[in-house]
């Protein structure tokens, strides 16, 4: 006959009872990173709000979820929850007129946050942006030949409006006869000026301006859109993920395709079939480059995709595979070795998907800069290559 040790029986009862409310003590005594920003400039408004900014949020300058919060001692602290790795980032109050910058308000390089939940990280604002008279920031490092439209253009699927900075090429005034590729950028804030810049800019119009002189390039019409601050990522993505939402990205792409395309065709001297138009952007930008890219083949043959976040949608392999080739296209990929650890490998996965569906290799160009970051100085720094093999010919 079989005896039942009862202590021993009600002790693992007790113990399959407690196990869930157990592992969940365990999970809420893991600390989350803790970020506390310990000095902030004299200058600092005492209603100001301080977000963080920064690769886990898409640079989103004024993200609620990302806001910092103010403490007693007039030190600023935010919890990490779901942080699980490094990641690159900046501080604003809102926007990104109002990045932290050096004491004198000068651009800063990206900080970086290397993940580590055992104590505090502490860090100093010394200045901002749109303080200091002495700034670098202040002095507006846009070549002569770049135009800010004063009137915004409307987003009428979107109901808002968006300014357009417009690069013209050194001999745009003086050869009437002239017309002209285009290549229409997104984050048009960080293409032409560090005023404008969250992160540094690209320097297009440096670029630009120099392969004319060298006689390198006989020049291109740059069409800068600027991003919606807030509503970017809803803008610049065309799928919905359940984290971070967005979805907005088809509106975003008619805007450019039935607002500024026309009105910039209508309004300069461009060449505007498809073989002479191309369209570039990093990050979101990079995705959304290659959607409009993809459903709009009839309208543009050149896409600059850098840094690309595939990772947003798998949808976005799924179009590559639906729609397939039906032009004759040239798209110019671009990752960085020090960013998200799954960029390359998306990447990659988009390039095999284009192929099979029927793009040829000497259409897609790959590369892969080990030294890369997620940031404006690299796209900066790869933007001449990306530009000339593109061959947007007169």
């Given amino acids: ?22 592992a969940l003590a365990a999970a809420c005594s893991a600390q989350a990173p803790l970020l506390i920003v310990e000095k902030l400039p004299a200058s600092t408004p005492d209603t100001a709000r301080i977000f963080l900014a920064g690769s886990i949020n898409q640079w989103n300058p004024a993200n609620p979820q990302y806001q910092l919060m103010k403490q007693e001692d007039g030190t600023y602290l935010i919890s990490l929850h779901g942080v699980g790795g490094d990641f690159e980032y900046k501080f604003t109050r809102g926007d990104w007129t109002t990045a932290e910058a050096d004491s004198l308000g000068a651009d800063i390089a990206n900080r970086f946050f290397r993940y580590s939940n055992a104590s505090p990280h502490r ?45 013209l090429p050194p001999d745009y005034e003086t050869d009437t006869d002239r017309r002209y590729p285009v290549l229409y950028m997104h984050d048009g804030q960080n293409l032409f000026d560090v005023i404008t810049s969250f992160s540094g800019e690209w320097g297009v119009d440096d670029t630009l301006n120099e392969l004319f002189e060298e006689e390198v390039h006989p020049g291109v019409i740059v069409v800068g859109i600027d991003n919606g601050g807030i509503h970017r990522i809803q803008e610049m993505t065309p799928w919905v993920n359940p984290e971070e939402g967005g979805g907005d990205g088809d509106k975003y792409a008619h805007f450019i395709v039935e607002v500024v395309k026309p009105f910039i065709d209508n309004n300069y001297r461009t060449l505007p079939g498809r073989e002479h138009t191309g369209i570039m952007g990093s990050s979101l930008g990079g995705l959304m480059s290659y959607y409009i890219g993809m459903k709009y083949q009839e309208q543009f043959s050149r896409i600059g995709i850098f840094s690309p976040s595939f990772w947003f949608s798998d949808s976005c392999y799924t179009m590559a595979e639906e729609m397939g080739k039906r032009e004759e296209m040239r798209m110019y990929f671009l990752a960085g070795g020090q960013e998200s650890p799954t960029l390359v490998r998306n990447v990659t996965r988009m390039y095999e998907t284009l192929l099979e569906a029927g793009f040829e290799e000497h259409e897609l160009y790959f590369k892969v800069v080990d030294h890369g970051q997620h940031s404006e100085w690299f796209w900066r720094e790869e933007f001449p290559e990306a530009f000339l093999w593109l061959d947007f010919e007169p």
């Fill in 1 to 22: 006959m079989k005896t039942w040790n009862f202590r021993a029986l009600r002790a693992a009862l007790l113990g399959l009872l407690l196990a869930p409310w157990l």
């Fill in 123 to 167: 860090v100093e604002i010394r200045g901002w942006a749109d303080q200091g008279a002495d700034s670098a920031n202040s002095q507006s490092t846009a070549a002569p030949n770049v135009h800010v439209l004063e009137e915004e253009l409307i987003m009428p699927h979107l109901n808002r409006k968006r300014r357009l900075r417009i690069y």
